[in-house]
């Protein structure tokens, strides 16, 4: 049995959202989730990358996501 979901497309979001910002949203998910690298969701909502990364920040979105553990080894000398 497979699930099915209606299509989704940036003109079936509610008429408070505009398209832009659902690229945006859209993008910083995939990112988060590890679907998209930096660069491409950057691309896709629209922003460089020195933007987007600001953009990560301010919705608390880490752009690096280490452990500690493997931080602390990564940057031993």
Do not use: C, N
Not at 36 to 56: C, N, P, V
């Amino acid at each position: 049995m497979t699930a099915t979901s209606p299509k989704f497309d940036l003109t079936t979001l509610p008429p408070f959202v505009d398209a832009g910002e659902g690229r945006l949203m859209m993008a910083m998910k995939f990112f988060e989730l590890g679907r998209l690298s930096l660069g491409q969701a950057a691309e896709l909502a629209g922003y460089t990358k020195r933007s987007f990364i600001d953009l990560l920040g301010h919705y608390g979105i880490p752009v690096a996501d280490y452990p500690a553990s493997e931080l602390a080894t990564e940057t031993a000398w």
